[in-house]
């Protein structure tokens, strides 16, 4: 199995010497092709930070983050481009689709703007919208559509460009419990019949139970990790173990393990 991300050593350090916030204080990590990885941890412990610095968003303190092999803050012009159009997926809390826009053209965008022939797109559009059970709202505006519909046309358009990895910042935040069941189902689908690559950031222990590894961080360093258990252990075990974890974090005690 090819490793797609690796993570060497992170940092990230807001602010001055003597009034420092240490976000990332040291992170490593690999992400290897078809995982379906987890970041777990309290507000404020650097989740949104690490995810930034992937997506080139932010630039690190110090550290290295390579995609299949390639330093990705040494990018720049045509390359950098190329990295957050095609090596990335994002999907976001929120959706982030664009109102005068519909479905079909919200999916279609990063296509457009990447010079993919017509035909290629069409059939990866139906194939995904079918996927998804989104056909229906292709040609409706996001005002149009449900919470759930908006973030299935959002997952699509992460996964339009069958990028290196998806990277999902709390993608059930804003859905009730029903529609963020569904959407898990549907990554986890993805991720297992497809062999799509995601990293998730989030606070929900019943998503997190959708992924093969949990990382949990505090204060910006990684202090646990969790793996499923497949085939012996149920769902439910690994959501259990899971809560576990986290209501120690809740406690403010690192010392679970
Ligand atoms: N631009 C910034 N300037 C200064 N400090 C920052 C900045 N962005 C984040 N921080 C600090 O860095 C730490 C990590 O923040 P981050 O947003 O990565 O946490 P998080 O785990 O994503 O939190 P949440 O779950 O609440 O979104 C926090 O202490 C935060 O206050």
Redesign the pocket.
């Known amino acids: 199995m090819e490793t797609v991300l690796e993570i060497e050593d992170l940092k990230?350090y807001?602010?001055r010497q003597g009034n420092q916030?240490?976000?990332?204080d040291g992170i490593t990590l690999q992400v290897m092709e078809g995982e379906f990885l987890g970041i777990m941890?309290?507000?404020?412990?650097?989740?949104?930070?690490?995810?930034?610095c992937i997506a080139t968003v932010?630039e690190p303190s110090s550290g290295k983050i390579m995609m299949k092999g390639t330093e990705i803050h040494s990018l720049k012009g045509k390359k950098l481009a190329a990295y957050r159009g095609r090596e990335i997926g994002y999907l976001f809390q929120n959706f982030e689709l664009i109102d005068n826009l519909t479905g079909r053209e919200n999916i279609m965008l990063p296509m457009s703007l990447h010079n993919v022939s017509d035909k290629e797109s069409s059939k990866r559009l139906s194939r995904l919208a079918s996927y998804l059970e989104i056909t229906d709202v292709l040609d409706k505006f996001p005002s149009q559509m449900s919470g759930g519909q908006k973030q299935r046309v959002a997952a699509a358009r992460a996964l339009i460009m069958d990028p290196g990895i998806i990277l999902a910042d709390?993608p059930t935040g804003a859905l009730d419990s029903r529609n963020a069941k569904t959407l898990m189902k549907k990554l986890a689908g993805l991720n297992q019949d497809e062999n799509a690559t995601i990293l998730m950031?989030t606070?929900d222990s019943n998503a997190a139970s959708y992924c093969k590894r949990i990382l949990f961080?505090q204060d910006?360093r990684i202090f646990h990790e969790l793996r499923r258990d497949t085939p012996d252990e149920t769902q439910q075990e690994f959501y259990d173990r899971i809560l576990k974890v986290m209501s120690q974090l809740g406690g403010g005690s690192a010392n679970v393990l």
């Not at 916030?21 to 990332?24: M, Q, V």
């Not at 309290?42 to 690490?50: A, W």
């Open positions: 990230k807001y602010g916030t240490k976000a990332l941890g309290s507000s404020g412990s650097g989740k949104s930070t690490l995810l930034n932010i709390e950031v606070h961080i910006g």
